[in-house]
């Protein structure tokens, strides 16, 4: 089999810009950036390494500046989300960071949660202006925004945030049997084509390009279709040289040394039997190659300006530590071609300890080769966090246990935090690493990282060997080197000292009201573009802006007609496709040309807090003082003329509760959480102890099928593979319908007033964005158990009167459809649908005439309502309380009065001090069961010193 693969690490080489004073311009724009550009990092200690549904996930949270690993003194607010499987956020929290840079708190995992693989994430606002790129999205889905700039910003993708993946198994079935871990993932209506068995390698010239006539070093990484590292070897041949065998030696990689010509190089490797072949791209003939050794840089240049100047710079987390000019070149001349060759000592001893990038580039400011490297100068290797406990000790049931914990070299009370656990529900995991292998080189890199404590527990030759292979193997870089030699960039976002309220107020759009007899002619994918023209009239400039008419906008105050006495026929009605009812509107929107007041209203336990202000381009930003717990913020926009009969304080304004009215204009509050996360890597959903036959049944037939999983007896149970049937009771998401609006509204997605014609779509991207398809996906809309509502036709145009009979079709009256739409009589949104934004689901079937996604809207109980406003209406949410960790106190109980005690963490301090010395004991009751025990701990010193149990 012969499968051509082209895979090279590519640098991108931004447009050139001046330096007008040459490398001495490009190395004052690094040192400047070193402070004006440092980057914030976060790691999370949590209490336990595995959850149940219906458990506690306690965590410590620790934010560092990246360049000296000390805490912050930057951001004081962090946001930490829980995501479930399929990549939707499950909750998010805004904590406090305090004035040493930590902070804490929890999740509980609530009993409708499905078990799988969940992720933990945490940024602070700062991080958002680092690592960003757009996932791929057309023109014409820019059209279902309000502007491009809100689909831009919605499309955001962010590299290098905190991450980490873990299971959360299904609730025992008997309380306590934590012996047998299972997990219930939720149906699907399709099951996904399984992937063919496949090797994939990657090759990465060091520096970045392989170039002729000189000797290239290349590393390489094999794995296969599910993202396993292979282990192979293989043969390297071109045309005219003799083949060298190559091989990976550790977790898949491997490297080789060559001088190519202008011939291709080509790699074969047998895999499982089967024949590979990979064409290595074809050697540049200018550029520059690069080799590293221990201390040594050897430097290449091939067929360069000689009118320019060239350096060499190396940063280490962001900040610059060496920079030189590039000079004493031996140049070499052939028939072709001119080559220079020079080495560079690099002083390790001036480096930090962590990943270092090293970059040779021009005057111009073009990147030449990159590359990264470790160094290693060993200061946190004696911060260990100790602890006195016999791993083969067996603790009796409601035993009180002491344990002395030790922080070693601390002279001083030191805060750090400690995990005490149930060793009974351990399992193997590849994530062995701690706070010191997170922050010097995990974070550093983009995915997961295999077995990070394996680069830390020798410094031998085999173990530098394997870490430098994995640093000549990464792509990507947490600090663009082009961003940071650019001095006219600028931050979008600073770091947060408080909470605010921020946004911008835009033009209303005249929406087409819903007549309630066109929503029986939804659910084929049809409704109302609009009242047909009696007469010709002027064309209407869908891009202008008209807030300085006095009849431009629907101002909150005027009379809206009775629908029955304007709307009198459907023959007045345009129909068509139900997603074009907005066409009129046009696309693009700008912003205000004229500034209008903005009041917010935010109230907190009865007390009112208010503010107005005048719009600044368009833009606001009220502080908010720090409270706990969520509030209700009403906001709304209006013309500076018309603040006494509209501000909020005169209460003279009738329309505020009428959901039908149209603003006067649409608030829009500035929303910067990331919408897309990663999908996981083979590493992070999978163990080490299970068999490969094993792990990729679990992963085909059980995720598509709601069966058991037994993870120590695997039992999957497979069907006829074929659509079935959604299961009504297992939504894959669920949330407040008006909370839901309100996310909808703040992306851009609806304009500031309820669509019922669009909103089913709208809920749908705001979720999925463009599901990764290039065509448009399929949505149905469903209440009280019918569908109502479709935006594509469930028949094809030829279709027979017998086929169209048989879809089926809600059977309501328009007007009571109308009525429980509104947002006034809606509870709950729940959405069913196979797609997964985390996989984006690049193997699943589709189909034109089914839905990929259904909304359905679920109403209040017995025909109950709640307040619904014209203007914006939103639940605020304040800073998250952390809670003290329970601890039972058995000591004044007789062995009949104990409960039954379940924990398996057994001992929780996110705050744990020590005395000057560096000690402290741990006192504790052990569970209702015979238990041994295990620690771990994390800690950030005021000087960066990372505490780190082993």
């Given at each position: 089999?012969?499968?051509?693969?082209?895979?090279?690490?590519?640098?991108?080489?931004t447009?050139?810009?001046?330096?007008?004073?040459?490398?001495?311009?490009?190395?004052?724009?690094?040192?400047?950036?070193?402070?004006?550009?440092?980057?914030?990092?976060?790691?999370?200690?949590?209490?336990?390494?595995?959850?149940?549904?219906?458990?506690?996930?306690?965590?410590?949270?620790?934010v560092?500046?990246?360049?000296?690993?000390?805490?912050?003194?930057?951001?004081?607010?962090?946001?930490?989300?829980l995501?479930?499987?399929?990549?939707?956020?499950?909750?998010?929290?805004?904590?406090?960071?305090?004035?040493?840079?930590y902070?804490?708190?929890?999740?509980?995992?609530?009993?409708?949660?499905?078990?799988?693989?969940?992720?933990?994430?945490?940024?602070?606002?700062w991080?958002?202006?680092?690592?960003?790129?757009?996932?791929?999205?057309?023109?014409?889905?820019?059209?279902?925004?309000?502007?491009?700039?809100?689909?831009?910003?919605?499309?955001?993708?962010?590299?290098?945030?905190?991450?980490?993946?873990?299971?959360?198994?299904?609730?025992?079935?008997e309380?306590?049997?934590?012996?047998?871990?299972?997990?219930?993932?939720?149906?699907?209506?399709?099951?996904?084509?399984?992937?063919?068995?496949?090797l994939?390698?990657?090759?990465?010239?060091?520096?970045?390009?392989?170039?002729?006539?000189?000797?290239?070093?290349?590393?390489?990484?094999?794995?296969?279709?599910?993202?396993?590292?292979?282990?192979?070897?293989?043969?390297?041949?071109?045309?005219?040289?003799?083949?060298?065998?190559?091989?990976?030696?550790?977790?898949?990689?491997?490297?080789?040394?060559?001088t190519?010509?202008?011939?291709?190089?080509?790699?074969?490797?047998?895999?499982?039997?089967?024949?590979?072949?990979?064409?290595?791209?074809?050697?540049?003939?200018?550029?520059v190659?690069?080799?590293?050794?221990?201390?040594?840089?050897?430097?290449?240049?091939?067929?360069?300006?000689?009118?320019?100047?060239?350096?060499?710079?190396?940063?280490?987390?962001?900040?610059?530590?060496?920079?030189?000019?590039?000079?004493?070149?031996?140049?070499?001349?052939?028939?072709?071609?001119?080559?220079?060759?020079?080495?560079?000592?690099?002083?390790?001893?001036?480096?930090?300890?962590?990943?270092?990038?090293?970059?040779?580039?021009?005057?111009?400011?073009?990147?030449?080769?990159?590359?990264?490297?470790?160094?290693?100068?060993?200061?946190?290797?004696g911060?260990?966090?100790?602890?006195?406990?016999?791993?083969?000790?067996?603790?009796?049931?409601?035993?009180?246990?002491?344990?002395?914990?030790?922080?070693?070299?601390?002279t001083?009370?030191t805060?750090f935090?400690?995990?005490?656990?149930?060793?009974?529900?351990?399992?193997?995991?590849?994530?062995?690493?701690?706070?010191?292998?997170d922050?010097?080189?995990?974070?550093?890199?983009?995915?997961?990282?295999?077995?990070?404590?394996?680069?830390?527990?020798?410094?031998?030759?085999?173990?530098r060997?394997?870490?430098?292979?994995?640093?000549?193997?990464?792509?990507?870089?947490?600090?663009n080197?082009?961003?940071?030699?650019?001095?006219?960039?600028?931050?979008?976002?600073?770091?947060?000292?408080?909470?605010?309220?921020?946004?911008?107020?835009?033009?209303?759009?005249?929406?087409?009201?819903?007549?309630?007899?066109?929503?029986?002619?939804?659910?084929?994918?049809?409704?109302?573009?609009?009242?047909?023209?009696?007469?010709?009239?002027?064309?209407?400039?869908?891009?202008?802006d008209?807030?300085?008419?006095?009849d431009?906008?629907?101002?909150?105050?005027?009379?809206?007609?009775?629908?029955e006495?304007?709307?009198?026929?459907?023959?007045?009605?345009?129909?068509?496709?139900?997603?074009?009812?907005?066409?009129?509107?046009?696309?693009?929107?700008?912003?205000?040309?004229?500034?209008?007041?903005?009041?917010?209203?935010?109230?907190?336990?009865?007390?009112?807090?208010?503010?107005?202000?005048?719009?600044?381009?368009?833009?606001?930003?009220?502080?908010?003082?720090?409270?706990?717990?969520?509030?209700?913020?009403?906001?709304?926009?209006?013309?500076?003329?018309?603040?006494?009969?509209?501000?909020?304080?005169?209460?003279?304004?009738?329309?505020?509760?009428?959901?039908?009215?149209?603003?006067?204009?649409?608030?829009?509050?500035?929303?910067?959480?990331?919408?897309?996360?990663?999908?996981y890597?083979?590493?992070?959903?999978?163990q080490?102890?299970?068999?490969?036959?094993?792990?990729?049944?679990?992963?085909?037939?059980?995720?598509?099928?709601?069966?058991?999983?037994?993870?120590?007896?695997i039992?999957?149970?497979?069907?006829?593979?074929?659509?079935?049937?959604i299961?009504?009771?297992?939504?894959?998401?669920v949330?407040?319908?008006?909370?839901?609006?309100?996310?909808?509204t703040?992306?851009?997605?609806?304009?500031?007033?309820?669509?019922?014609?669009?909103?089913?779509?709208?809920?749908?991207?705001?979720?999925?964005?463009?599901?990764?398809?290039?065509?448009?996906?399929n949505?149905?809309?469903?209440i009280?158990?019918?569908?109502y509502?479709?935006?594509?036709?469930?028949?094809?145009?030829?279709?027979?009167d017998?086929?169209?009979?048989?879809?089926?079709?809600?059977?309501?009256?328009?007007?009571?459809?109308?009525?429980?739409?509104?947002?006034?009589?809606?509870?709950?949104?729940?959405?069913?649908?196979?797609?997964?934004?985390r996989?984006?689901?690049?193997?699943?079937?589709?189909?034109?005439?089914?839905?990929?996604?259904?909304?359905?809207?679920?109403?209040?109980?017995n025909?109950?309502?709640?307040?619904?406003?014209?203007?914006?209406?939103?639940?605020?949410?304040?800073?998250?309380?952390?809670?003290?960790?329970?601890?039972?106190?058995?000591?004044?109980?007789s062995?009949?009065?104990?409960?039954?005690?379940?924990?398996?963490?057994?001992?929780?301090?996110?705050?744990?001090?020590?005395?000057?010395?560096?000690?402290?004991?741990?006192?504790?009751?052990?569970?209702?069961?015979?238990?041994?025990?295990?620690?771990t701990?994390?800690?950030?010193?005021?000087?960066?010193?990372?505490?780190?149990?082993?």
């Open positions: 089999m012969t499968k051509l693969l082209l895979s090279i690490l590519l640098f991108s080489l447009a050139v810009r001046s330096y007008a004073g040459g490398i001495d311009d490009i190395r004052q724009a690094l040192e400047h950036s070193s402070v004006s550009q440092i980057q914030e990092k976060v790691f999370v200690h949590t209490d336990n390494q595995c959850y149940f549904v219906g458990d506690t996930l306690w965590y410590k949270a620790y560092v500046r990246a360049d000296n690993l000390q805490p912050t003194d930057m951001s004081r607010i962090l946001y930490v989300e995501l479930s499987p399929d990549g939707l956020v499950v909750e998010r929290q805004n904590i406090i960071i305090n004035s040493q840079g902070t804490c708190g929890q999740f509980t995992l609530r009993d409708s949660l499905y078990s799988g693989y969940y992720e933990l994430r945490a940024y602070t606002r991080m958002l202006n680092f690592n960003v790129r757009h996932h791929r999205y057309r023109r014409d889905e820019t059209w279902s925004f309000y502007n491009k700039q809100m689909a831009a910003d919605y499309f955001r993708v962010w590299d290098g945030l905190y991450s980490r993946v873990f299971p959360i198994y299904s609730k025992p079935e309380a306590g049997d934590y012996d047998v871990r299972s997990m219930y993932q939720r149906p699907k209506t399709r099951i996904p084509k399984q992937k063919k068995e496949d994939i390698v990657t090759f990465y010239p060091e520096g970045g390009h392989l170039i002729q006539g000189v000797e290239n070093r290349v590393a390489f990484e094999a794995v296969n279709q599910h993202g396993e590292a292979a282990n192979i070897k293989g043969t390297l041949s071109a045309d005219g040289m003799p083949d060298m065998e190559i091989k990976t030696e550790y977790m898949g990689r491997g490297s080789f040394t060559v190519p010509s202008d011939k291709r190089l080509k790699a074969r490797f047998t895999f499982h039997d089967k024949e590979y072949s990979f064409s290595l791209p074809k050697a540049e003939k200018e550029g190659a690069i080799q590293l050794e221990d201390n040594q840089v050897t430097i290449h240049m091939r067929q360069l300006l000689p009118e320019c100047e060239y350096g060499l710079s190396v940063l280490c987390r962001g900040k610059l530590k060496y920079f030189t000019g590039i000079t004493g070149f031996t140049s070499t001349t052939s028939s072709t071609s001119l080559t220079s060759t020079t080495r560079i000592t690099l002083p390790i001893d001036s480096l930090s300890t962590g990943v270092n990038d090293l970059t040779i580039f021009d005057s111009n400011g073009q990147i030449l080769a990159d590359r990264l490297f470790f160094v290693n100068r060993h200061e946190n290797d911060n260990i966090v100790t602890a006195e406990i016999d791993p083969t000790h067996t603790y009796q049931p409601y035993e009180k246990v002491d344990i002395p914990v030790q922080l070693a070299a601390t001083e009370p805060v935090s400690l995990s005490i656990f149930d060793t009974n529900t351990d399992e193997p995991t590849y994530n062995d690493g701690n706070i010191m292998t922050l010097l080189l995990s974070s550093e890199l983009k995915g997961f990282i295999a077995y990070p404590a394996h680069y830390f527990e020798s410094d031998d030759a085999l173990h060997r394997h870490l430098d292979l994995l640093m000549m193997v990464q792509g990507w870089r947490k600090y080197w082009a961003e940071l030699s650019d001095t006219a960039r600028q931050m979008r976002y600073q770091p947060e000292k408080g909470m605010t309220i921020e946004g911008y107020v835009y033009k209303m759009l005249s929406l087409n009201e819903v007549e309630p007899d066109e929503i029986l002619n939804w659910q084929d994918g049809v409704g109302v573009l609009g009242r047909k023209a009696a007469e010709e009239q002027d064309p209407v400039d869908p891009f202008g008209n807030t300085d008419s006095e431009a906008l629907l101002s909150s105050t005027d009379e809206i007609p009775d629908m006495d304007t709307w009198t026929s459907a023959s007045t009605f345009e129909y068509g496709s139900i997603g074009n009812a907005n066409d009129h509107l046009g696309v693009n929107h700008g912003n205000l040309r004229h500034e209008v007041l903005i009041e917010a209203e935010l109230s907190v336990g009865g007390v009112f807090v208010g503010g107005v202000q005048k719009t600044e381009g368009g833009h606001f930003l009220f502080d908010v003082p720090p409270f706990y717990g969520s509030a209700y913020l009403n906001m709304k926009a209006y013309k500076e003329n018309d603040s006494i009969k509209k501000s909020m304080m005169a209460r003279k304004d009738s329309k505020v509760l009428d959901e039908d009215a149209f603003p006067d204009f649409y608030v829009k509050r500035e929303v910067f959480f990331p919408m897309y996360t990663h999908d890597t083979y590493y992070e959903k999978h080490p102890d299970y068999t490969d036959e094993m792990l990729i049944d679990t992963v085909s037939e059980f995720s598509m099928e709601n069966d058991v999983h037994q993870l120590q007896n039992n999957v149970k497979g069907r006829r593979r074929g659509r079935r049937a299961d009504w009771k297992k939504p894959a998401f949330m407040d319908a008006y909370e839901l609006y309100n996310e909808v703040d992306r851009g997605l609806s304009f500031g007033k309820l669509d019922m014609r669009q909103f089913p779509v709208q809920v749908c991207k705001y979720l999925y964005g463009n599901m990764n398809r290039y065509v448009k996906f949505v149905d809309g469903r009280d158990g019918s569908t509502y479709r935006n594509y036709s469930p028949v094809t145009n030829g279709a027979s017998a086929e169209k009979a048989g879809i089926f079709r809600a059977n309501r009256t328009s007007q009571s459809l109308y009525k429980k739409l509104k947002l006034k009589r809606l509870q709950n949104i729940r959405v069913f649908s196979d797609y997964e934004p996989t984006e689901d690049s193997t699943m079937v589709v189909s034109s005439l089914l839905a990929d996604a259904t909304v359905e809207m679920e109403t209040i109980p025909d109950g309502v709640q307040p619904s406003f014209r203007d914006r209406h939103i639940v605020f949410r304040g800073f998250n309380m952390a809670e003290d960790f329970y601890q039972p106190d058995y000591s004044n109980r062995l009949d009065e104990k409960p039954a005690d379940y924990r398996r963490t057994l001992y929780w301090n996110p705050n744990a001090v020590t005395d000057e010395q560096g000690r402290f004991t741990a006192t504790f009751y052990n569970n209702g069961k015979e238990t041994r025990i295990r620690m701990a994390a800690g950030v010193t005021s000087d960066g010193r990372l505490m780190h149990s082993k």
